[in-house]
């Protein structure tokens, strides 16, 4: 998403120097009002009262709860959608089948869809009026009002990360060093491991960072299907609504730090998985549908 | 084969059967049920609210977004990198983040003594601040590889700045400025994070589509919540269906 | 071990890339498919990989039909013609590729590497990655990849496309001797007469998905079997429905009855070959191909006219 430090040019000159000053002014002045101040603001706001307050609530039970059930949905939907992603990229970039353009459609539908949308839809199937509502309930399993609806609604809004970033650099790596390991008598699986695999890791690696970025940032979708009831099924995002709206500034601004310096620490590896991938632009969009939106 | 099966049980479990049950739901009662779902005063001002401030957000996105392309391409100062990386703060935090982060500035208690909550100006800067990296990062590709030689060239034969602008620069990152347009809008179309917070959800005043949603959902007016869903959805793929065409067709046209 | 091709078709699309093609190899012969591109030649050599499926037809290596048997159990040794490196892994282990996905023993796998990469003159570079290797040394080190596993053929895809003149020519005379070494049964692709011609045991023509003529480069060269073959093996001069090789067209330093005028239009020196440009009496322009000393000695010039003895020309049905 980010792009290579662009280089500079336009002639000089006093008229143009002035004009280009306030360009730039008004430019930054607009990033540091809509972005810049707001950020620094909550920081501010968090540590103030130094950092006892802040310990305090970050170490709330339920604070702790809802950090370790961010943890939880992560730990489930990003391997899911790493695996399925892979896939996926691979049945677009490799495979020939009929239905490929509906493939490419359904992965970019998450990137269209409002997340109050797609909460509503996985309550339609496994919510109690649902498709499915009588059976789950007949059979003991809760999924709506629970982890395991959160689970579903995280790796929705998650899902075509991986595959996105993924098939530009399978495209561009070819076919050639298969077909070439192939012919030296490896398998499928071996050609993936060892040959596949390897030559788009940082495509993946990067497309990793996104689902991460957005499974804990989720909100919309997961407070349509957790019921948010406090300790059991508010994630860190839920937590900080939760906070806020109960009036408790110090607990909501805590968790929306932790949160933002997750957001920093993503940034970060972004720019640096960038340099590594540098051949390719990360804007050109992949597919017919919207490239990379969080 | 296993693979593949695993693949399609996933994807329906996840994507498919949620967005049939959606489709299905709302067209449960036929058109006349659904119509009226969605033309009820309610609805009607939130959809239309929506469009509205989307409008406005994406417009304003097309003039900052691509000056602050420009000065990231063209200009040289300190801290350049870092501002560029940040650009991509609206992606990576969580939206419900972005609320809170613009209210602790310009909400009650903010140091400027100015208070947007409850606003339709609170719900636009929440839609600005979510969609701010759509235009910038589309633009920037065009404008690095637009190597400036075309301006210098405008520039000796004559042509004031406004001119290069106006003449060379900006036909050049039309489609780009567009891409971003069209992107920012199917965004600002579902968002709901950013803006649940700080709009107050004010029905017939502050209330976007997504909260209306939320809250017939909360209502337990399935109907109701089906119906506004599926019209934001129909839009949004519009929008990029529209802009797939557009940049399908001009590939053609360059190739 | 023999390769054989019985009756192959291969249609992309609407395009037929290969039409009734039928072909054999010999045991440890060295073959070039020789040909202008989209003439098929790669595709055949695909389909005898095992990286193409043809749509109708057969493929036996060996006594062993092996059409519809997946490219990794066929026992070939394929190069391609960027060579397809493995950029993520050393010289050694590209090379060792082949033999790691056998589970072959370690000791094994090392000693054979090594081996290997003496033969194609790689030793010093093993820990190297390819991305720091010259086109040329990448060529050889694909070549050991795909000798190591011990094919039962070897199958190179434009070997020498993507190199230099002069790297060009040194790997083809190594590839000769290459071959003369290990004997394996050999097919390599190219489009280039000379490569084809300087390399291989036998040339196989090919033009619009078939093949035109198989044969001894001589064979070829002497009694092309249509104009296609005669205009693709070697240079020809074209006099309506006749072709004649221009180092058939003498030029005497006396007329006699067999000769015929001709005024020269240019002289083309290009060392040891000389290249004269003539116009004929009835106005038709053909170039001859003699040596130095033949202009030296009848000291030909431009603007000159000489007595020239065309040969018979060779009329194609």
């Known amino acids: 998403m980010s792009t290579e430090t662009p280089r500079s040019s336009a002639p000089g000159g006093s008229s143009t120097k002035a004009s280009r000053l306030g360009l730039r002014t008004v430019a930054l002045g607009y990033l540091a009002l809509l972005l810049l101040l707001p950020l620094a603001m909550i ?75 797609v909460g509503l839809a996985l309550v339609l199937v496994y919510g109690q009026v649902g498709w499915f509502g009588t059976w789950l309930s007949e059979h003991g399993i809760d999924v709506i009002f629970s982890v395991p609806g959160m689970v579903l609604a995280t790796a929705f809004v ?23 390991a192939a012919t030296l008598g490896a398998n499928a699986w071996q050609t993936f491991w060892r040959v596949t695999l390897p030559a788009i890791r940082w495509g993946v690696v990067y497309g990793v960072v996104l689902t991460t970025a957005r499974a804990l940032g989720e909100f919309g979708a997961v407070s349509v299907v957790s019921g948010r009831i406090e300790g059991q099924t508010q994630q860190l995002p839920l937590y900080v609504q939760d906070r806020f709206e109960n009036f408790d500034a110090t607990g909501a601004y805590t968790a929306a730090v932790v949160l933002a310096l997750l957001a920093l620490a993503t940034l970060l590896a972004m720019n640096l998985l960038t340099r590594r991938t540098r051949a390719r632009s990360k804007l050109a969009p992949a597919s017919n549908l919207n490239p990379e939106v969080i | 084969m296993l693979g593949r099966g695993l693949l399609g049980i996933y994807l329906s479990v996840l994507v498919v059967l949620p967005i049939a049950a959606l489709l299905a739901r709302s067209s449960h009662g036929g058109l006349s049920a659904f ?21 406005v957000v994406v417009a304003l996105n097309a003039v900052f977004g691509t000056l602050i392309a420009w000065v990231l391409v063209r200009d040289e100062f300190r801290g350049k990198k870092v501002v560029n990386a940040l ?20 909400g009650k208690n903010g140091p400027l003594g100015i208070d947007i909550t409850f606003t ?42 406004l001119m290069v602008f106006r003449r060379i620069v900006l036909p050049a990152l039309t489609p780009a400025i567009i891409s971003g347009i069209a992107l920012s809008f199917a965004r600002a179309l579902g968002e709901f994070g950013s803006v649940v917070l700080i709009s107050g959800n004010l029905p017939f005043k502050t209330e976007v589509g997504s909260v209306y949603i939320f809250g017939q959902i909360q209502n337990e007016n399935l109907p109701a919540a089906a119906a506004v869903s599926v019209v934001l959805m129909v839009l949004a793929l519009i929008v990029l269906a529209a802009l797939s065409v557009l940049s399908r067709a001009r590939s053609k046209h360059v190739h | 071990m023999a390769i054989e091709v019985r009756d192959v078709t291969k249609r992309f699309g609407t395009f037929t890339a290969l039409d009734d093609v039928c072909l054999r190899v010999g045991d440890g012969a060295l073959t070039a498919l020789l040909g202008p591109s989209g003439s098929g030649k790669s595709t055949l050599l695909r389909i005898i990989a095992g990286l193409e499926t043809p749509d109708s037809g057969s493929v036996s290596i060996g006594e062993e039909e092996v059409t519809s048997t997946p490219a990794r159990t066929r026992g ?10 493995f950029k993520h892994m050393t010289v050694a282990d590209n090379v060792a590729f082949g033999l790691k996905v056998r589970r072959r023993p370690k000791a094994e796998v090392r000693e054979r590497v090594a081996e290997l990469l003496a033969l194609v003159r790689l030793d010093g570079l093993a820990q190297r990655y390819p991305s720091q290797l010259s086109g040329g040394q990448q060529q050889r080190m694909a070549l050991a990849r795909a000798l190591a596993p011990q094919p039962k053929v070897l199958l190179l895809d434009e070997p020498f496309g993507a190199l230099d003149a002069q790297v060009r020519a040194e790997l083809r005379e190594w590839l000769r001797r290459l071959h003369e070494e290990i004997h394996v049964t050999t097919i390599f692709v190219t489009h280039d007469q000379e490569e084809a011609m300087e390399v291989a045991e036998q040339i196989v023509v090919m033009n619009a998905g078939r093949i035109e003529q198989a044969g001894a480069p001589r064979e070829l060269y002497e009694a092309p079997r249509n104009e296609f073959v005669m205009s693709f093996v070697g240079p020809v001069n074209r006099l309506g429905d006749a072709f004649l090789r221009p180092h058939d067209i003498q030029i005497l330093s006396h007329p006699d009855e067999s000769s015929t005028e001709a005024l020269v239009r240019r002289v083309v020196h290009l060392g040891f070959e000389v290249r004269v440009e003539l116009t004929l009496q009835d106005g038709r322009d053909v170039w001859a191909q003699v040596t130095r000393e033949t202009t030296q000695e009848l000291e030909v010039e431009e603007g000159q006219i000489l007595a020239v003895r065309l040969p018979a020309p060779r009329v194609f049905a």
């Open chain 1, 158 to 180: 998650s899902l075509p990360f991986v595959a996105r970033e993924t098939i530009p650099v399978l495209r561009e790596l070819g076919t050639d060093a298969e077909q070439a």
């Open chain 1, 43 to 117: 920081f501010y706001r968090t540590f103030e009262h130094g950092l006892a307050p802040v310990w305090k609530a970050m170490t709330e039970p339920n604070a702790m709860h809802a950090f370790w059930l961010s943890i939880e949905l992560v730990a489930i939907a990003v391997p899911l959608n790493t695996v399925f992603g892979i896939g996926i990229a691979l049945l677009l970039e490799r495979g020939s089948f009929r239905g490929r353009g509906v493939l490419g459609l359904v992965i970019d539908l998450p990137f269209a869809i409002s997340p109050i949308v």
């Open chain 2, 120 to 161: 339709r100006t609170a719900v636009a800067m929440a839609l600005l601040f979510v969609t701010l990296p759509f235009v910038t990062r589309s633009v920037q590709p065009v404008l690095l590889e637009l190597d400036g030689s075309a301006e210098e060239a405008a520039a000796s034969l004559g042509a004031s700045r």
């Open chain 2, 87 to 106: 650009i991509d703060l609206p992606f990576a935090l969580p939206t419900v983040v972005a609320g809170v982060v613009l209210l602790a500035l310009y």
């Open chain 3, 76 to 85: 070939v040794g394929f190069v391609f013609q960027h060579y397809a490196p």
């Open chain 2, 35 to 55: 119509w009226r779902e969605v033309s009820s005063p309610e609805a009607q001002a939130a959809i239309k609210l929506t469009l509205g401030v989307s409008a």
